[in-house]
């Protein structure tokens, strides 16, 4: 296996991030996961927990019939999620039942799942330190103001928006209104000119769904829309159900709704040009994104991917899908792919210039690359961002 220089790699990492003038993110469960928010094999099993009687025992058939059919891996809540809402499809929500559980019973296990999750997640984020995320929103919103910063999501906590809105920055996510803010497909069909008051604010879309979105019935129509809530007391009041991973048949039927439109929002902005994308707790398994991105990096060569991964079997994972891209670099902690070839970091101080320390990127007991943590990865960017002071001033 080739020996890659770290030191070497990290300046060229530095200079793409000093002279790259549209930067865009795209966060995965990682990114909520270092601020110790659970990750979904967390909330499986928390979930799992939670479920009594009936709720537990179609949910545990649910997850038998899916363990047969997918290996050699644990299932996952969002595949459980998905098979709920094929049950749901499949029996018109009546009495008819597939593998034992009816489909009147998965509309309820569903509401009961997602009911479990938003409980979970909002009892971790009261008490998750959100200082990092803010100072990461802070450097992002004092970077080049030509271009609009993007940020794409697949979590469906809300760190990110309360990061922003404690730091008093202005962001945009597909929703107008403010009684019930609906979602507004023709504002993100298109980027906003250089004199657009709006267009410095952060784009946040989140593909994934979110703790504040819930589906709700029109009376007129009897269709199902989406609107966004705001704080909400008690999830177990609310009637309406909660919108996180939408499942295939969501996609199929939402033509405008946020899905399709983030994932267009997403190939546009890939191929818009000149553009350095990063990615930071995203482990590249849902295939329906990757397929964006692969086709994205081949049609555009003004394209660059940079990929901060935590774990090495997630760089060897991704070099066997994407050994051809030059425009695509992946970090791991003791391996990298760098122009398309798979290597193992090397490193020795004597390569470091005077003054050059390597303490905001490297490990040097454990001799371990450490961006791929999000925490190591937001103190790298304000450390050579030379705003230091200003970010925490933001952040104050």
């Not at 399709?260 to 482990?283: M, P, Q, T, W």
């Amino acid at each position: 296996m080739d020996k890659i220089n770290v030191i070497r790699e990290v300046r060229e990492l530095k200079t793409h991030l000093s002279y790259s003038k549209n930067i865009g993110f795209f966060f995965g469960a990682g990114t909520s996961c270092a601020l110790k928010i659970p990750n979904v094999e967390q909330l499986t099993t928390g979930i799992e927990a939670k479920l009594t009687g009936e709720h537990l025992t179609n949910f545990q058939l649910v997850k038998t019939d899916l363990e047969t059919l997918i290996t050699p891996r644990k299932v996952n809540i969002e595949e459980i999620l998905n098979q709920i809402r094929r049950i749901r499809e499949l029996t018109g929500e009546t009495i008819k039942e597939y593998q034992g559980v009816s489909g009147t019973n998965a509309k309820l296990l569903d509401k009961e799942i997602c009911t479990i999750i938003y409980d979970i997640i909002a009892e971790k984020e009261k008490v998750a330190d959100i200082d990092k995320t803010k100072k990461f929103f802070a450097w992002l919103s004092l970077l080049n103001r030509d271009f609009s910063k993007e940020i794409f999501t697949t979590n469906y906590d809300l760190i990110i928006e309360k990061s922003l809105e404690a730091s008093q920055i202005p962001y945009f996510d597909g929703f107008v209104g403010s009684y019930e803010p609906f979602f507004w497909q023709e504002s993100i069909d298109q980027f906003v000119s250089k004199n657009d008051l709006t267009q410095n604010w952060i784009r946040l879309w989140k593909i994934h769904g979110s703790l504040s979105w819930f589906w709700k019935e029109d009376p007129t129509t009897k269709a199902q829309k989406i609107i966004r809530i705001g704080k909400i007391e008690n999830i177990k009041d609310e009637k309406n159900e909660l919108v996180i991973y939408p499942s295939k048949e969501k996609y199929d039927s939402s033509k405008k709704q946020p899905f399709i439109a983030y994932f267009d929002r997403l190939k546009n902005y890939l191929l818009s040009g000149e553009l350095l994308f990063v990615f930071s707790g995203y482990s590249f398994s849902d295939q329906h994104i990757n397929e964006i991105i692969f086709n994205c990096l081949r049609q555009n060569n003004r394209l660059t991917v940079l990929v901060f991964f935590f774990q090495d079997s997630e760089v060897e994972n991704l070099h066997k899908q994407t050994s051809s891209y030059m425009n695509l670099n992946v970090f791991g902690p003791t391996k990298a792919i760098i122009n398309g070839n798979l290597g193992e970091w090397e490193y020795s101080a004597s390569d470091l210039k005077p003054n050059e320390k390597p303490d905001s990127y490297w490990n040097t007991t454990d001799k371990k690359f450490t961006l791929g943590d999000f925490n190591k990865l937001v103190n790298f960017f304000i450390t050579n961002s030379g705003k230091k002071e200003a970010i925490e001033t933001i952040v104050k």
